[in-house]
């Protein structure tokens, strides 16, 4: 009798404690992996939202901003905000898969300075704008992607390292920007977009290193306006 | 013969006492051991599951001069709501360590007053650390203009 009573007692175990249990952390564990399958997805998305971002003023003298948004992902894309320098404008603007959309009338202080302009998306993407820098001078507005100086740094293709491009010109223009060679690399590329029509000196560092720049200066015109710099830090 | 001891009867019900005592006692045991297994359990994953849905970017920095504070804008775009910490290192330092809450979908400035490295005339270079309080990191850096 108690033989019987001690299996029951057993079987009444196995069924209201043991089984409940394993099929509790089943449904746990289903649901993780949902929420994991989930975010993957999430961050699948945000690495394909894709827009290109072109920031114009409506006119020369104009406080107010447009940006043009052109879709180049298959997932739609919501904007959420537009940066001007350390101005922040929420927007929200929801522009379909391939599609294009504008983001009109920014009104902005107009001051003589550069401006530089770029949307965030609610996945958590940031774009600049192809035509930064704006400028804003006492002739209106200029800037946009007409001149570019293209700096080459010539390298061994050993190691990684670093190398610090200046590109000074005419109305205080700086522009610093860190260039990395990695391994197996002979050379890297700086880009950099300058806006007025003058002369520009580049200068390119390694650490304290100078490292000789050819030509050390270019003049940026209408009639030439992409030059390419060498820097040879060839060991 | 004059035999003493238990009849089979009383040594069954015995035995069943004992039986069934020491098996509600088991039960009992069980029960509440397999609940609390369940609710901690339940709890971890439920914490997994929010360390994994934590997704968070530095949107922007600005660097005032005059008051030496670098300001940082961290959106939340994530799935739950986040605490986070802001170490900055380079040529100067400087840390907001005060859990500072962000919820999801929020953007939010944060403060980080700097002390220029030693030996450092001006501050340029930056790297800015983000540490959440569910151990997730987020790196920036930033060039002083």
């Not at chain 1, 029509?197 to 030439?224: A, C, H, K, Q, R």
Request: glycine share 6%; aromatic share 12%.
């Amino acid at each position: 009798m108690s033989t019987i009573l001690g299996m029951l007692i057993f079987i009444g175990m196995l069924f209201t404690c043991v089984i409940p249990l394993f099929l509790y952390v089943n449904q746990v564990n289903t649901f993780y992996n949902r929420k994991v399958t989930e975010m993957t997805q999430f961050d699948q998305d945000r690495e394909k939202e894709q827009i290109d971002v072109y920031a114009y003023p409506l006119s020369q003298s104009s406080n107010e901003v447009n940006v043009y948004i052109k879709n180049r992902s298959p997932l739609s894309v919501k904007i959420v905000r537009v940066w001007i320098n350390d101005d922040k404008f929420d927007r929200s603007i929801e522009i379909p898969a391939m599609g294009e959309g504008t983001i009109e009338s920014i009104i902005i202080q107009l001051e003589t300075k550069p401006f530089y302009i770029k949307v965030m998306t609610a996945r958590g993407n940031t774009f600049s704008s192809y035509t930064n820098p704006l400028y804003y001078t006492e002739n209106g507005w200029s800037g946009g992607m007409g001149f570019v100086i293209q700096v080459v740094i010539l390298a061994n293709p050993e190691a990684t390292r670093f190398f610090k491009v200046k590109v000074t010109g005419p109305s205080s223009f700086t522009y610093e920007t860190q260039v990395v060679k990695r391994p197996h690399e002979s050379s890297c590329l700086a880009v950099v977009t300058v806006t007025l029509v003058g002369w520009y000196y580049v200068t390119v560092n390694e650490g304290l290193i100078s490292i000789p720049v050819t030509p050390e200066s270019v003049y940026v015109d209408f009639s030439e306006p992409s030059h390419w710099v060498y820097a040879n830090a060839v060991k | 013969m004059d035999k003493k001891g238990l009849s089979p009867v009383i040594a069954s019900i015995l035995l069943c006492a004992a039986t069934l005592t020491v098996g509600i006692a088991a039960w009992s045991f069980t029960f509440t051991a397999t609940v609390n297994l369940e609710k901690s359990y339940s709890k971890g994953v439920r914490e997994q599951i929010e360390v994994i849905s934590e997704r968070f970017t530095v949107e922007h920095v600005s660097y005032d001069k005059v008051a030496t504070t670098l300001h940082v804008w961290l959106y939340n775009f994530g799935k739950v709501d986040i605490e986070v910490d802001i170490y900055v290192e380079g040529d100067a330092k400087g840390q907001n360590a005060t859990a500072t809450p962000i919820a999801y979908g929020e953007l939010v400035r944060v403060d980080v007053p700097l002390t220029a490295g030693e030996g450092v005339l001006s501050i340029i270079e930056l790297a800015i650390k983000v540490m959440s309080r569910r151990q997730n990191f987020v790196y920036a850096t930033y060039v002083v203009p």
